[in-house]
């Protein structure tokens, strides 16, 4: 989610504000920036904004072109109980005499960039393009907890808030055991684990399978296997009402079923 990434860099605008000393003005939620970013002789003007709700989080990037006055804009907002989101890129940024100023606006809005997708959030890909009829994608051990990036598709941004899945200092710890199968679970993803490969047979999000209002809220709740079929309570806090969902651990289809 938004929540935990935005207030890292809340935390890193306050420690800026202390240790500035160029021509940079602060205060707890805005930082300002005048500098010749793109080597051209004039002075450009840069405001990074960030703002927080109890929901909602957004962080924005301005920057004002020294010599044509141009202006050119990025923002990331949304909800914390997106664990992905995505973002059109401006004409405007994929200028080339505008490369530095893109590059400028990606590393104060952006989660980090990243080249490849990561399984879980390739199986989410997979599930919005196939109604949840996601098949099983192995790969080898040891299985890879995702974090948190952003990955340049055409004229958009996908951001992955991978990091709230769990944290990478905590060992990911065996659920259900049916023979060879070992079943797995993260705060929101559950993942099969079959001889010496795994795969992802769940995430969840949202706009695709409901959630919790906020990630720190854990969204896999109990699970148990029936005739080759696991059956997973996903938890919508802080609403009373949960969903329940089977899984084929075969093929990795998944069904949502009556409560």
């Known amino acids: 989610m938004l929540f935990s990434y935005l207030f890292s860099l809340l935390s890193f605008f306050l420690i800026e504000k202390n240790k500035s000393t160029t021509t940079k003005e602060y ?29 909602f989080g957004s962080k924005s990037c301005t920057i004002i072109n020294g010599k044509t006055k141009a202006v050119l804009s ?96 905590e060992p990911l710890k065996a659920i259900l055991r049916q023979g060879e199968d070992i079943i797995f679970k993260t705060k929101h993803g559950v993942i099969l684990q079959r001889n010496n490969q795994y795969a992802w047979l769940f995430v969840s999000d949202a706009n695709l399978t409901g959630g919790p209002a906020k990630l720190r809220w854990a969204s896999i709740g109990k699970m148990e296997i029936k005739n080759n079929q696991l059956i997973l309570e996903l938890l919508c806090a802080p609403m009373p009402f949960k969903k329940l969902f089977t899984i084929d651990l075969q093929s990795g289809q998944v069904k949502q079923i009556k409560a």
């Not at 907890?145 to 899945?165: A, S």
Request: charge should be negative; aromatic fraction near 8%.
């Open 27 to 55: 205060d707890p939620i805005s930082k300002l920036e005048i500098i010749d970013l793109n080597q051209d002789g004039f002075l450009d003007t840069i405001t990074i904004s960030l703002d927080m709700g109890s929901g």
């Open 74 to 169: 990025l923002s990331l907002v949304g909800s914390f109980a997106e664990i992905r989101q995505r973002l059109n890129i401006p004409a405007s940024m994929l200028l080339p005499e505008n490369e530095a100023f893109r590059t400028k606006m990606e590393a104060e809005v952006l989660p980090p960039l990243q080249s490849e997708m990561d399984p879980s959030l390739a199986w989410l890909e997979r599930a919005d393009n196939s109604k949840l009829r996601s098949s099983l994608q192995w790969q080898p051990l040891p299985i890879q907890i995702p974090k948190t990036y952003t990955l340049r598709q055409k004229n958009q941004y996908l951001c992955y808030f991978g990091h709230n899945h769990q944290k990478t200092t």
